[in-house]
């Protein structure tokens, strides 16, 4: 009798591993296939480090006649975002990715895209601004494009990329803006992972063939790109600032539809033991794992630590923000890139002004840490997690801290 | 109120500010920026229609007998067309104030 | 011949198309030499056209919102990157037409109209990248040789001795110090099918310049002479004029480049020699007679921004003007068309 059960229950995980297929991918060649699947028409690329096997894997695909796009090798990052803009002008679906210096390259196409109100999708592989020259993982490339008008979402793992890249596109297209997905250089893109891609059907049926009602046809001839002359340039930013603002409803509607359809989780702020929290740790990107284990250990001890990850950068998500900080005393924000003269890391000082419009105060500490590519151990966030606990009886002396710098 | 106010509400804009009505820039009077005007000779006129082409600002129209009048809405006076005219049937006169 | 001109018929003063693709009322100065060619491009290339332009005049006077002067479908993006927008659209077009999106029969034309500060300048990679990338699109470049729309800047386009406001004709250094630059050498050097000179005080020539350029599948190149009374300091009536006067001084030479090959289309000065230069294309030609070369003080006079020449200056210009056009015609003899 007992055999049989564990027979029954053998079999029945046997089912359950069958059907949820988990391949080894790196990263970027997952992304490169999710993307695939989005049945994406026109991939601009340029190579920089660490986000060239992306497109390396999307030049195999469509060479070998597994992807019906257009494949376009810019000359330039400018170039490569130029022609995905135009691409997207025409009613296309396009992708393009890069990092650090190429995207610093395409700024000023940032900010036209989104005022043209085009749905790309553009993967950043974080990864450290010049000079110095450094192919390494931080955050301060995407931290140069916080008031460009782009949706921004952080992946913390592979998994997360492969399923943000189902969603950018759903995202881009029903708020006609651009989405950059952000995952970290090396750490992410060049790791392999065990990764569930959503079956053909499945990311069909989520993502309907792209419909724009206003593009560059030569049966509804319109302008776009006019002169913003002062009787109207105040009105056009208001109109896109407002529609950023309401691509939060369609973010959230699109992570609940992507939750029914694979059971999959997404919010724009994730949290970790958060509850009954007294102290917590804000942090973006791939290091979120690690400071999941530092909580892990501080909670055996018995403190009552806890973790807030962003995941929804832009538009920031105000009220989520505030109802997840919940009794929290202090609060250390890691940020993962400087703000020379400002007083403090981007992510500290969006938190700071974000608090301020609540009436709740936690002391807030800064750490700028890991920048490029600087590992940020266990121990390290145990650490942070520390100075984090002194700072709610004294205010620390400066309002920011580059971590683990050598004196 | 703000003294300065924009041209039409935000919430009847285009998405990106796209312009929808081709060509609409008919709608702008040029012509109040002449200081000449062409006059024409239709005897010396062979309706070649150089004038046509040269035009910058699409001035010329056939009219029924084949001649090509000026659009004295948009005409700014420029005079390329009296001047390219093979046959000088154009002369350009003084506009009166 | 290319398979593509086989039947290509061109233009002439009763057979013009009717359609117009730009309004009127647009903001350009009186007599602006650039709109002119603007207009009868888009006359022959029709409604099924997506026009690309960079930040310049074109762009400034045919879009100030609310008003648009295009009637085709048109974007404006940044300065530099005119070219590769095109290059996005006409992939765009390629893979949604296999993708049967859109009507595999329609052909849309793609043309860029972009000024030589967009082109000799700031957007010489962009423009290298879409050439050799082999996008099937229409590189227009209206050549006023300075960069007008923000004041008559020097650009790498502004001949030899021109006065701009930054490379001024002061009591020391007289004007522009370097020679234009040869966009239509570096052009043809990317093997692209077309790439020819053209200017508006010959629009049937022009016309059938643009026609031929649209007719053929891949990446096509014309470098329009465009006047600006404006910038150059003459007066409105006389754009057409200098326009032509550039031509017959050997300053601006007329010709086409086809896969490679140079064919002149107006001889200026010269005999015709045993040799046809025009070769299988010259019906296309407008004037099989030689026009008489006049000297380039003609061309000077009439504008102010030449006034402050000296006489070694016209003399140097004058001989440089003519060993280039030598040149040119040393091209056509030995890479010609063959009868």
């Known amino acids: 009798m007992e055999k049989e059960l564990a027979k029954k229950i053998s079999l029945s995980i046997n089912e359950s591993l069958k059907v949820k297929k988990k391949i080894g991918k790196e990263v970027s060649v997952a992304i490169a296939e999710a993307v695939a699947q989005c049945k994406v028409d026109v991939v601009a690329s340029y190579p920089i480090t660490p986000q060239t096997h992306i497109v390396e894997h999307l030049a195999d695909l469509v060479n070998n006649g597994e992807l019906d796009a257009e494949y376009i090798p810019a000359e330039s990052e400018h170039a490569a975002m130029s022609a995905c803009i135009g691409a997207a002008a025409t009613g296309a679906r396009t992708f393009t990715s890069t990092a650090s210096q190429g995207l610093l390259l395409m700024y000023e196409n940032l900010f036209i895209a989104s005022a043209l109100r085009l749905p790309i999708v553009m993967v950043i592989t974080n990864r450290s601004v010049s000079a110095p020259i450094s192919i390494w993982n931080d955050h301060s490339d995407i931290m140069t494009m916080r008031d460009s008008g782009w949706i921004t979402i952080f992946a913390e793992n592979g998994q997360e990329a492969v399923d943000l890249i189902y969603n950018a596109y759903k995202i881009a297209e029903k708020a006609l803006l651009p989405v950059a997905i952000n995952i970290d250089g090396f750490i992410l893109s060049h790791v392999i992972e065990p990764i569930e891609f959503l079956d053909q059907e499945l990311v069909d049926k989520y993502l309907p063939p792209l419909r724009m009602k206003y593009k560059l046809d030569p049966k509804k001839p319109i302008t776009m790109g006019a002169i913003g002359v002062p009787e109207i340039y105040t009105e056009a930013k208001k109109a896109q600032d407002e529609a950023l603002n309401a691509s939060y409803r369609i973010i959230v509607n699109a992570w609940k539809e992507f939750e029914k359809l694979t059971g999959k989780k997404y919010q724009p702020i994730e949290t970790y033991q958060i509850e009954d929290a007294e102290v917590a740790l804000l942090i973006m990107g791939s290091l979120a794992e690690t400071a999941i284990n530092a909580v892990d250990l501080l909670r055996k001890e018995g403190k009552k630590v806890g973790l807030i990850r962003i995941r929804l950068w832009r538009p920031f998500p105000l009220k989520d923000f505030l109802r997840a900080i919940g009794k929290i005393k202090a609060l250390g924000v890691v940020d993962r890139a400087v703000s020379h003269g400002a007083t403090g890391g981007p992510v500290g000082i969006e938190i700071r002004s974000a608090l301020y419009q609540s009436n709740k105060r ?17 121990e390290d966030f145990v650490e942070l997690f520390e100075r984090t606990y002194k700072a709610i009886n004294k205010k620390p002396k400066f309002s920011y801290e580059i971590y683990g710098v050598m004196e | 109120m703000p003294k300065d106010q924009g041209l039409i509400s935000w919430k009847k804009l285009a998405p990106g500010m796209f312009i929808l009505e081709p060509g609409n820039s008919a709608k702008f009077k040029t012509g109040d920026w002449r ?12 309706k070649c229609g150089l004038c046509y082409v040269f035009c910058p600002d699409f001035c010329y129209t056939k009219d029924e007998e084949g001649y090509y009048i000026s659009n004295l809405y948009y005409c700014k006076g420029c005079g390329i067309c009296a001047q390219n005219c093979p046959k000088g049937a154009i002369t350009m006169v003084l506009e009166e104030a | ?19 117009e693709g730009f309004a009127p009322g647009h903001r350009a100065c009186q007599g602006c030499g650039t709109v002119l060619p603007l207009k009868l491009a888009l006359k022959v290339l029709g409604p099924n056209t997506i026009a690309v332009s960079p930040t310049g005049c074109m762009e400034i006077i045919s879009s100030p919102f609310p008003y648009t002067s295009w009637k085709v479908p048109w974007i404006h993006v940044a300065f530099e990157n005119a070219a590769s927008v095109a290059s996005g659209i006409e992939a765009a077009i390629k893979v949604l037409k296999r993708k049967g999106k859109i009507p595999k029969k329609e052909k849309i034309n793609i043309v860029v109209f972009a000024g030589d500060g967009a082109t000799f300048d700031i957007g010489l990679q962009f423009l290298s990248g879409a050439l050799e990338r082999g996008h099937d699109f229409i590189y227009i470049c209206l050549d006023n040789e300075a960069y007008m729309n923000t004041g008559v800047q020097r650009s790498s386009a502004t001949p030899f001795g021109a006065h701009t406001t930054t490379s001024p004709a002061g009591k020391v250094i007289k004007g522009q110090v370097t020679w234009k630059k040869n966009l239509m050498g570096i052009v043809v050097a990317h093997n692209i099918p077309y790439a020819a000179t053209a200017s508006p005080a010959f629009p049937i020539d022009l016309m059938n310049k643009v026609k031929k350029a649209s007719l053929i599948n891949g990446p096509t190149f014309l470098h329009v002479f465009s006047p600006c009374p404006t910038g150059w300091g003459c007066k409105s009536e006389d754009s057409i004029l200098v326009a032509k006067l550039a031509v017959e001084t050997r300053i601006f030479p007329l010709y086409e480049v086809i896969d490679g090959k140079y064919v002149i289309n107006k001889l200026i000065g010269h005999t015709p020699i045993e040799k ?12 099989k ?19 402050h020449l000296t006489p070694e200056q016209i003399k140097f210009i ?22």
Do not use: H, W
């Not at chain 1, 840490?369 to 151990?377: I, K, P, Y």
């Not at chain 3, 007679?289 to 006034?307: A, H």
């Not at chain 3, 004058?318 to 030598?326: L, S």
């Open chain 3, 318 to 339: 004058q001989k440089r003007v003519d060993e280039e056009y030598e040149k040119l015609v040393k091209l056509s003899e030995y890479f010609g068309i063959e009868e």
């Open chain 3, 276 to 287: 046809s230069l025009l070769g299988k294309y010259g019906k296309y030609v407008l004037e």
């Open chain 1, 362 to 378: 936690p002391r807030v500490v800064n750490f700028i840490a890991g920048l490029s590519g600087r590992d940020v151990t266990v």
């Open chain 3, 1 to 19: 011949m290319r398979p593509e001109l086989k039947d290509f018929k061109g233009f002439n003063l009763k057979n013009l198309p009717e359609y």
């Open chain 3, 289 to 307: 007679r030689v026009t008489p070369q006049k000297p380039v003080e003609e061309y000077f006079k009439l504008q102010r921004r030449f006034r």
């Open chain 2, 35 to 46: 200081a000449f005007r062409p006059v024409l000779d239709k005897e010396k006129c062979i």
